[in-house]
């Protein structure tokens, strides 16, 4: 089951420059963390009950690199919080719609994660994550 909107990802070519709006603003990354398995170096920036999350390349061929190629800076997906993912991730797959991994895997602050086709949401990326509080308070 779906609790709110975790956060929203937004693929940026440096998080060192991207932040500083958001700090402008008020708002505070509250960590900072490289997921190799994605390519990207994640920085989490809380407000209020969800986040926004900069995704920042690793390297050239790392899908966030291929999409800032093609579509430059911008927002990239929307993360909903599941209770469960793995039986979201079922119903998902049993009503037809295209997940990206044959299952849920770990993603940034150690969330159980499954990604949606944006084929099968309407043109959205949509990221399901499953975490514990300690996940989503430090991500
Ligand atoms: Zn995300």
Redesign the pocket.
């Known amino acids: 089951m779906i609790d709110q909107i975790?956060?929203?990802?937004i693929a940026v070519r440096s998080i060192a420059e991207a932040r500083k709006l958001y700090e402008a603003l008020g708002l505070a990354v509250t960590g900072i963390e490289e997921v190799p398995q994605e390519g990207v170096r994640?920085a989490m920036i809380a407000c209020g009950a969800s986040r926004i999350?900069l995704?920042e390349p690793l390297s050239e061929d790392s899908p966030i690199a291929r999409f800032l190629e093609k579509r430059g800076p911008g927002v990239?997906?929307l993360?909903l919080a599941s209770n469960d993912v793995r039986s979201d991730d079922a119903r998902l797959r049993d009503a037809g719609y295209q997940v990206l991994r044959p299952e849920p895997t770990r993603?940034?602050g150690g969330c159980w994660?499954q990604f949606v086709h944006p084929k099968s949401t309407g043109g959205v990326l949509l990221?399901l994550?499953e975490g514990t509080e300690e996940a989503h308070r430090h991500a």
């Open positions: 975790d956060h929203i990802g994640v999350e995704l990239h997906h993360c993603g940034a994660v990221e994550s």
